[in-house]
Nanobody, 120 residues
Framework: QVQLVESGGGLVQSGGSLKLSCAAS????????MGWYRQAPGKERELVAT???????NYADSVKGRFTISRDNAKNTMYLQMNSLKPEDTAVYYC??????????????WGQGTQVTVSS
């Protein structure tokens, strides 16, 4: 059984910073790509940023220059440093990972989500 657990969400004022963490645990052989997604009320879930196991990153245009995704492969943990937060960043943030539980078995996993609220 594999679990993804997010932490670090909360309430922050506009212009502030937060750092999210996503820890993967369970029967893990290796972790391929990981990413952060978010869903605001009444909107569809959208990509925020992704990172490969080699460290290549990709960002949504709306967060480029403000957010930084990183991962610690030794700890099976991914991070999202969010700076210069805006009210429009308010959403539930979800961790996603493509995880191998064996060399030939790859599955997609989601965390439970963590709320980020940015007040104006």
């Amino acid at each position: 059984q594999v679990q993804l657990v997010e932490s670090g969400g909360g309430l922050v004022q506009s212009g502030g910073s937060l750092k999210l963490s996503c820890a993967a645990s369970g029967s893990i052989f290796s972790i391929d790509a990981m990413g952060w997604y978010r869903q605001a009320p009444g909107k569809e879930r959208e990509l925020v940023a992704t990172i490969t196991n080699g460290g290549s990153t990709n960002y949504a245009d709306s967060v480029k220059g403000r957010f930084t995704i990183s991962r610690d492969n030794a700890k099976n943990t991914m991070y999202l440093q969010m700076n210069s937060l805006k009210p429009e960043d308010t959403a539930v943030y979800y961790c996603h990972a493509r995880i191998r539980t064996a060399l030939w078995i790859t599955s997609e996993y989601w965390g439970q989500g963590t709320q980020v609220t940015v007040s104006s």
